[in-house]
């Protein structure tokens, strides 16, 4: 199940995204940066206004690399539920300094590890992290206005992330600059929280938090699928949500000759989904076709593929592993062995309930 972190200013704001259904309030300053700390006292009042209702966590701030800094600053929001430290550009080696730094208050406090998609993000000290004890790891961007964490790193290189920490043990949550569009897309990784501040105000980021906009995100993250609900309205006919004709670069094919480089693959899906609603107006009432992209470009992202069968068959299996989705035809197609287009065809159907 995946869950809503909600960026929060102070005990009103706080307020708000509890009603408006935020799973973990997250306490930053965004006047002062990425992870900009507010003050202790700011800290205090925000604990007692929440009074358990959710967990707290709170950032340690914009922090060099410096191990006793980083060390004084979290020891000083200890009463959090969860601190969040930025992994911020520095050598492997300070990096290495600080995460050893924090292994004793790691035993008193749950840390989280921020890496930032856009300040060299190094997933090699992932095994570190959960050996020196933190409780989870994030990902999320320094500059705000640089662009959304999806324009730094790709959906596989997410996806290779959130399998790892989880492997791991760790928590794991993604953010950076995330807007409505991007919840479908990386709800498809289910990382244990999305986190948002940007999205949750009715203006610039350093603005308040606004009711609506929390509640408009709320609605977007999915709840715990139901599988009985794809079957409930077989009788009604259903849409038809498509992408064709999608070419891309990949390696494929069972031949010596044919490893090493790259051919033009062809993509075409579509797939009938639920009958969307009337009145739809957002994300939260459509399937994205974004989501049918995203999966052709991991399968062409992992490397060597011997068969277009292999290739078919697993993204139709990805796209009928969303409950509106009943059916769906793949059709893959190799345009460099002579003819226009050789390839295969597949559809699948969601096994309807039995007994």
């Given at each position: 199940m995946i869950r809503l972190l909600a960026s929060v200013t102070g005990p009103e704001e706080a307020e708000i995204v509890i009603e408006g259904g935020a799973d973990l309030v997250d306490l930053k300053d965004p006047a002062?940066?990425?992870?900009?700390?507010?003050?202790?006292?700011?800290?205090?009042?925000?604990?007692?206004?929440?009074?358990?209702?959710?967990?707290?966590?709170?950032?340690?701030?914009?922090?060099?690399?410096?191990?006793?800094?980083?060390?004084?600053?979290?020891?000083?929001?200890?009463?959090?539920?969860y601190v969040k430290i930025g992994?911020?550009?520095?050598?492997?080696?300070?990096?290495?300094?600080?995460?050893?730094?924090?292994?004793?208050?790691?035993?008193?406090?749950?840390?989280?590890?921020?890496?930032?998609?856009?300040?060299?993000?190094?997933?090699?000290?992932?095994?570190?992290?959960?050996?020196?004890?933190?409780?989870?790891?994030?990902?999320?961007?320094?500059?705000?206005?640089?662009?959304?964490?999806l324009q730094h790193l790709s959906l596989a290189e997410l996806a290779d992330f959130v399998t790892q920490a989880r492997g791991l043990g760790l928590i794991t949550g993604l953010a950076g600059s995330l807007e409505p569009p991007d919840v479908p897309r990386l709800a498809v990784l289910q990382p244990d929280y999305l986190g948002f501040r940007g999205a949750l105000t009715a203006g610039p980021r350093d603005g308040p938090v606004d009711l609506d906009a929390v509640r408009a995100i709320r609605a977007l993250i999915p709840a715990e699928q139901d599988a009985s609900r794809s079957v409930a309205s077989t009788a009604v006919a259903g849409d038809l949500i498509f992408v064709r004709d999608f070419t891309l670069p990949m390696e494929i094919g069972a031949y010596g000759h044919e490893r090493g480089r790259t051919q033009k693959v062809r993509f075409s899906v579509e797939a009938e989904i639920e009958p969307i609603v009337p009145g739809a107006r957002c994300m939260a009432e459509i399937?994205?076709?974004?989501?049918?992209?995203?999966?052709?470009?991991?399968?062409?992202?992992?490397?060597?593929?011997?068969?277009?069968?292999?290739?078919?068959?697993?993204l139709a299996e990805t796209v009928l592993d969303d409950v509106r989705v009943r059916e769906v035809t793949v059709r893959v197609e190799k345009l460099e062995l002579g003819p226009a287009a050789v390839g295969i065809a597949v559809t699948r159907r969601?096994?309807?309930?039995?007994?």
């Amino acid at each position: 199940m995946i869950r809503l972190l909600a960026s929060v200013t102070g005990p009103e704001e706080a307020e708000i995204v509890i009603e408006g259904g935020a799973d973990l309030v997250d306490l930053k300053d965004p006047a002062q940066g990425a992870l900009g700390a507010v003050s202790p006292a700011v800290l205090d009042a925000t604990l007692r206004a929440v009074a358990g209702r959710r967990p707290v966590s709170a950032v340690a701030g914009d922090l060099p690399m410096q191990p006793d800094v980083v060390r004084r600053a979290v020891e000083a929001r200890q009463a959090a539920d969860y601190v969040k430290i930025g992994l911020f550009p520095a050598s492997r080696e300070e990096r290495l300094a600080v995460i050893e730094a924090l292994r004793e208050p790691a035993l008193r406090t749950r840390l989280i590890a921020v890496f930032f998609a856009d300040g060299d993000p190094d997933f090699t000290l992932l095994p570190v992290l959960a050996e020196a004890g933190f409780a989870g790891a994030m990902i999320d961007t320094i500059g705000k206005s640089s662009g959304r964490l999806l324009q730094h790193l790709s959906l596989a290189e997410l996806a290779d992330f959130v399998t790892q920490a989880r492997g791991l043990g760790l928590i794991t949550g993604l953010a950076g600059s995330l807007e409505p569009p991007d919840v479908p897309r990386l709800a498809v990784l289910q990382p244990d929280y999305l986190g948002f501040r940007g999205a949750l105000t009715a203006g610039p980021r350093d603005g308040p938090v606004d009711l609506d906009a929390v509640r408009a995100i709320r609605a977007l993250i999915p709840a715990e699928q139901d599988a009985s609900r794809s079957v409930a309205s077989t009788a009604v006919a259903g849409d038809l949500i498509f992408v064709r004709d999608f070419t891309l670069p990949m390696e494929i094919g069972a031949y010596g000759h044919e490893r090493g480089r790259t051919q033009k693959v062809r993509f075409s899906v579509e797939a009938e989904i639920e009958p969307i609603v009337p009145g739809a107006r957002c994300m939260a009432e459509i399937y994205s076709y974004d989501v049918i992209i995203d999966a052709i470009r991991s399968l062409a992202a992992r490397g060597h593929t011997d068969l277009v069968e292999t290739l078919a068959l697993e993204l139709a299996e990805t796209v009928l592993d969303d409950v509106r989705v009943r059916e769906v035809t793949v059709r893959v197609e190799k345009l460099e062995l002579g003819p226009a287009a050789v390839g295969i065809a597949v559809t699948r159907r969601r096994a309807g309930p039995t007994g």
